[in-house]
């Protein structure tokens, strides 16, 4: 069976950072194509940002202010949120292909 639980969400000042993370077990981090996608309320599920074996790529709107990575030894994956922005403000979700999503963390930005 394979679940993901994320965490690590919370509520900070535009400016501040916060690191998520997206513990999988049932599949081997390492192996899988993971993503995080977001969504704001009133908005559609919109994607943030991708892990593959050997790269990774980001929305435009996060760009040089988000890092995703991973652990293999701890089956975990991390996004790094940096220069955090009111319009980031959105629930937080890890995804693995084969459309398993864990529960979802909150992120809100207050200006």
């Known amino acids: 069976q394979v679940q993901l639980v994320e965490s690590g969400g919370g509520l900070v000042q535009a400016g501040g950072s916060l690191r998520l993370s997206c513990v999988v077990s049932?599949?081997?981090?390492?192996?899988?194509?993971m993503y995080w996608y977001r969504q704001a309320p009133g908005k559609q599920r919109e994607f943030v940002a991708v892990?593959?074996?050997?790269?990774?790529n980001y929305a435009d709107s996060v760009k040089g202010r988000f890092t995703i990575s991973r652990d293999n030894a701890k089956n975990t994956m991390y996004l790094q949120m940096n220069s955090l922005k009111p319009e980031d403000t959105a629930v937080y979700y890890c995804?693995?292909?084969?459309?398993?999503w864990g529960q979802g963390t909150q992120v809100t930005v207050s200006s």
């Open positions: 995804h693995l292909p084969g459309d398993y």
């Open positions: 892990i593959t074996s050997g790269s990774t």
């Open positions: 049932g599949r081997i981090v390492g192996r899988n194509t």
